[in-house]
């Protein structure tokens, strides 16, 4: 008896000791039936519900990084400008401090062939007492003037100078964040080339299945937003400018977006809301971010044809509202300039430009 005791302790020791060595595996939640909008993934693979929202989720990061990309290098260009035009400003006011010392280089040269005497001298020896005091006077107010002339000119140099120092300094700064911009856009480029590489590898019916998933997902953000009385008072009509500008865009619908495009061929979202304003002689800041900063905000019920909706809580997307709860935009790589739903995006707020 006590020899089978000691056989069934030794065996659960054995048995307690194999699980205390057993490597250990997380615990993991059990894996949800397929439903109408996922598919089953694989051992070890994604499904591609995930898939999708992962690229998505890299084109926005892109999407942002073009934005300040693009907005660093117009402000390093604008910089540019003003320092070419501060630079000319101190030359010409070079001229015309030299202009005025030879003026007065020859006016001493003048006293030097009349034997060195001043006018006042010169007059007193005249013999003329009205000619001396109106000449006295003459000279009293040219010597002032030349003097506070020069004065002003120098003082001009030296803000001039000062200015262009600091716009330089700034244009340093500028231009090290647009490099420090171009560095993040490459690495975001890598992430969405990688996302654009796993996307190929799938067979052509996930590819088809990927692409109804991206629309099922927009379609039901879009029925959500239609159902929450969003167009309920959206009635107004367009501008003659907005109607311009929807002309304009809606005619690019089927160019491929391509990544700081802005036409003729292909564009990206500001590229193409840019340009569309511009062709309406009404231009805006270049990038959504800049459009969503600068541009007179409107209340969404007060929406108008024309107007442009931004996107998502970082402004990295924008598209132009074309009426009956419809926007024009170029959504993404791989896609082209097309017309959607205005709410099946998240939107962060409506701006104006002709307002």
């Given at each position: 008896?006590?020899?089978?005791?000691?056989?069934?302790?030794a065996?659960?020791?054995?048995c307690?000791?194999?699980?205390?060595?057993a490597?250990?595996?997380?615990?993991?939640?059990?894996?949800?039936?397929?439903?109408?909008?996922?598919?089953?993934?694989?051992a070890g693979?994604?499904?591609?519900?995930?898939?999708?929202?992962?690229?998505?989720?890299?084109?926005?990061?892109?999407?942002a990084?073009?934005?300040?990309?693009n907005?660093?290098e117009?402000?390093a260009?604008k910089?540019?400008g003003?320092?070419?035009?501060?630079?000319?400003?101190?030359?010409?006011?070079q001229a015309?401090?030299?202009?005025?010392?030879d003026r007065?280089?020859?006016?001493?040269?003048?006293?030097?062939?009349?034997?060195?005497?001043?006018?006042?001298?010169q007059?007193?020896?005249?013999?003329s007492?009205?000619?001396?005091?109106?000449?006295?006077?003459?000279?009293?107010?040219?010597?002032?003037?030349?003097?506070g002339?020069?004065a002003?000119l120098e003082?001009?140099?030296?803000?001039?100078?000062?200015?262009?120092?600091?716009a330089?300094?700034?244009?340093?700064?500028i231009?090290?964040?647009?490099?420090?911009q171009?560095?993040a856009?490459?690495?975001?480029?890598?992430?969405i080339?990688?996302?654009?590489?796993?996307?190929?590898q799938?067979?052509?019916?996930?590819?088809?299945r990927?692409?109804?998933?991206?629309?099922?997902?927009a379609?039901?953000?879009?029925?959500?937003?239609?159902?929450?009385?969003?167009?309920?008072?959206?009635?107004?009509?367009?501008?003659?400018?907005?109607?311009?500008?929807v002309?304009?865009?809606?005619?690019?619908i089927?160019?491929?977006?391509?990544?700081?495009?802005?036409?003729p061929?292909s564009?990206?979202?500001?590229?193409?809301?840019s340009?569309?304003?511009a062709?309406?002689?009404?231009?805006?800041?270049?990038t959504?971010?800049?459009q969503?900063?600068?541009?007179?905000?409107?209340?969404?019920?007060?929406?108008?044809?024309?107007?442009?909706i931004?996107?998502?809580?970082?402004?990295s997307?924008?598209?132009?509202?074309v009426?009956?709860?419809?926007?024009?935009?170029a959504?993404?790589?791989?896609?082209?300039?097309?017309?959607?739903?205005a709410g099946?995006?998240?939107?962060?707020?409506?701006?104006?430009?002709?307002?």
């Amino acid at each position: 008896m006590n020899r089978r005791h000691c056989a069934a302790a030794a065996t659960t020791l054995v048995c307690a000791l194999a699980l205390l060595t057993a490597p250990v595996q997380a615990m993991a939640a059990p894996v949800p039936e397929p439903g109408p909008t996922a598919t089953a993934p694989a051992a070890g693979k994604k499904s591609l519900e995930e898939v999708r929202e992962e690229i998505e989720t890299l084109y926005r990061k892109a999407g942002a990084a073009t934005d300040a990309y693009n907005l660093a290098e117009e402000q390093a260009e604008k910089q540019s400008g003003e320092i070419a035009r501060l630079t000319k400003a101190i030359a010409d006011g070079q001229a015309e401090i030299a202009e005025l010392k030879d003026r007065a280089g020859a006016q001493a040269r003048e006293q030097y062939r009349t034997g060195g005497l001043p006018p006042g001298a010169q007059l007193m020896l005249s013999g003329s007492p009205d000619l001396f005091m109106d000449g006295v006077n003459q000279a009293r107010q040219g010597q002032q003037a030349a003097k506070g002339m020069l004065a002003e000119l120098e003082q001009a140099q030296e803000d001039l100078e000062t200015y262009t120092k600091d716009a330089n300094l700034n244009w340093e700064k500028i231009e090290a964040n647009r490099v420090k911009q171009a560095k993040a856009k490459k690495s975001i480029d890598a992430q969405i080339a990688a996302a654009e590489k796993l996307e190929s590898q799938l067979a052509k019916k996930e590819r088809a299945r990927l692409l109804q998933l991206e629309q099922d997902a927009a379609s039901t953000a879009q029925a959500a937003w239609l159902s929450s009385g969003a167009l309920k008072d959206i009635n107004r009509e367009a501008s003659a400018a907005g109607k311009r500008a929807v002309a304009f865009a809606t005619a690019q619908i089927g160019k491929p977006y391509v990544w700081g495009a802005e036409g003729p061929g292909s564009y990206d979202c500001s590229g193409l809301t840019s340009q569309a304003w511009a062709a309406a002689k009404q231009p805006i800041p270049r990038t959504s971010q800049e459009q969503w900063r600068q541009l007179p905000r409107v209340p969404l019920q007060d929406m108008r044809p024309g107007d442009l909706i931004i996107y998502h809580s970082d402004a990295s997307h924008v598209g132009m509202y074309v009426g009956d709860g419809s926007i024009v935009h170029a959504p993404r790589p791989g896609r082209h300039v097309t017309l959607a739903g205005a709410g099946s995006m998240r939107i962060l707020g409506v701006v104006r430009p002709d307002k």
